[in-house]
């Protein structure tokens, strides 16, 4: 029996173990399939691969390579790269592009992000359940070694992006004219240790740079790429600290998520990162002549009230989204916005085909930094004034039910609005401010619950609240 690909085709991406799940030939499928439901009625002239630094992304990345030339569309392989570097290859190029990695899963996983030409998300709503199905039908009808090929099989071509994603980086943000800044780099042993040498260690930067696990391995030898997770910005904070540097940086495995720490070891909220790159992404487009109401900024509904109240103080239209990487793109391009950010550490933006990269949001959090005399801490105060739970998971028996419970105790809050963009979203318009948002998972029967208030009584009174609400009939934290 053939595996199944259901199993580990997720909503926007391929994330399966190695061999067990994702092989050679299970690749080749996926590549004739990607050519012929994405590649081919797009007329697209071929299709960019990348991988992560992982042991098998190679074999996995020939396969796919072979499938899709199989159905005579040519192959530009860029080799290792991170996934933005990937999107920087799509956009600029035109084609649509393959990145393999699993990004901070362990090292037996593996996975494959697609796009459609210019960095468009291909995710299960957006042509990836197509692409599935069709890879199914060709492994149960044969496996790898009898699928259709096209009378001519595209050619393959090799191309070294990172200098020019470099440079095109550098041509959004300047950093040459600041203070000189130490900052500590945390790449996890993945792919940011390919990626910064290029950026941000380059000859006339003000910039002092200590890298921690620049050596690219995909077993993770010193603590799991996935800086989500306190535990793994333990090394990054007590480097800062050690070095008297001026902020750190952490990437996660594929290196398109970014997270911050400030001088004093202290996790700056993606809330917070994401009001500060507003601001100045806002700021350039006031300079360069445009009005206030025709800027706009994505955020997702569970950002911090400080991003929608910085855009707004300067005149622009914040935009709510819900969460996820295929809802943000959407709604940015909806309304040509020109920067968009989530809580999970992505960061969009415009000039990069609407595509996330922590890597351009770094930048301009050193250009900021590099441009104030204040401490980052400091600096970032003014984006950061609520007190938050952070994501609270609780798995349930009954999830609409259980949000249902939480839903009449909010009818019963004056004051309290009640929106559906994304699960349930209680606003308390009064004071004390505050916000309560219960989403459901899209793959488990798990509540997601956020809490943001003025001050920490207010957060934990309803966070406590809320949760027992949610817990009732629990099968386990």
Excluded at 106 to 119: D, E, F, H, Q, W
Excluded at 236 to 252: H, I, S, T
Excluded at 330 to 357: I, K, L, N, P, Q
Excluded at 397 to 402: E, I, K, T, W
């Amino acid at each position: 029996m053939s595996v199944r690909l259901s199993e580990f085709i997720k909503a926007y991406d391929v994330r399966g173990l190695v061999p067990e799940q994702l092989d050679v030939g299970v690749c080749e499928a996926l590549g004739s399939a990607f050519a012929q439901v994405v590649v081919k009625p797009e007329g697209a002239e071929g299709v960019v691969v990348g991988h992560d630094m992982r042991d098998s992304s190679p074999s996995l990345v020939a396969g796919f390579a072979e499938g899709v030339r199989r159905q005579g569309v040519d192959v530009t392989l860029v080799g290792l790269c991170s996934t933005d570097a990937l999107y920087y290859a799509s956009g600029v190029t035109g084609l649509p592009g393959a990145m393999f990695t699993a990004s901070h899963n362990p090292a037996r996983y593996n996975g494959i992000k697609l796009c459609r030409a210019g960095a468009r998300p291909v995710g299960l709503d957006s042509g990836l359940a197509e692409v599935r199905d069709l890879a199914q039908w060709l492994l149960d009808r044969g496996g790898a070694h009898d699928l259709p090929t096209a009378a001519r099989a595209g050619s393959t071509t090799v191309r070294d992006i990172l200098a020019d994603y470099a440079a095109y980086l550098h041509a959004l943000v300047d950093l040459t004219g600041g203070r000189e800044l130490t900052v500590v780099i945390d790449a996890g042993n993945g792919m940011a240790g390919h990626t910064v040498p290029a950026v941000l260690q380059r000859d006339g930067l003000p910039l002092r740079v200590v890298p921690l696990y620049f050596e690219l391995d995909g077993t993770f030898p010193h603590h799991e790429a996935n800086p989500l997770d306190p535990a793994n910005l333990v090394d990054l904070q007590r480097a800062v600290l050690d070095q008297g540097a001026d902020l750190g940086l952490a990437f996660d495995g594929d290196a398109d998520r970014c997270f911050v720490v400030d001088e004093q070891g202290e996790l700056v909220t993606a809330s917070a990162v994401t009001a500060l790159v507003a601001e100045r992404e806002i700021l350039r487009e006031l300079a360069a002549g445009r009005s206030p109401d025709e800027v706009s900024i994505v955020h997702n509904i569970i950002s911090s009230r400080a991003v929608a109240e910085t855009v707004e103080r300067l005149g622009a239209r914040a935009v709510p989204s819900r969460v996820g990487h295929s809802f943000v793109k959407a709604r940015m391009a909806e309304h040509e916005a020109v920067f968009g950010g989530e809580h999970s550490g992505h960061y969009y933006f415009r000039e990069f085909w609407y595509a996330d990269t922590g890597m351009l949001a770094a930048m301009h959090v050193l250009a900021a930094l590099g441009a104030d005399e204040r401490p980052l801490s400091q600096m970032v105060a003014p984006y950061d004034p609520y007190v938050a739970s952070g994501e609270i998971n609780s798995e349930v028996d009954d999830v609409p039910a259980a949000t249902a419970r939480v839903r009449s105790w909010g009818a019963d809050q004056p004051g309290v609005v009640m929106e559906d963009l994304d699960g349930l979203m209680l606003r308390h318009t009064g004071r004390p401010g505050w916000w309560v948002s219960v989403r459901p998972s899209n793959t488990e029967p798990l509540l997601r619950l956020n809490v943001e208030a003025d001050d920490t009584a207010t957060m934990e009174r309803l966070r406590d609240t809320v949760l027992d609400l949610v817990r009732m009939g629990t099968v386990g934290p």
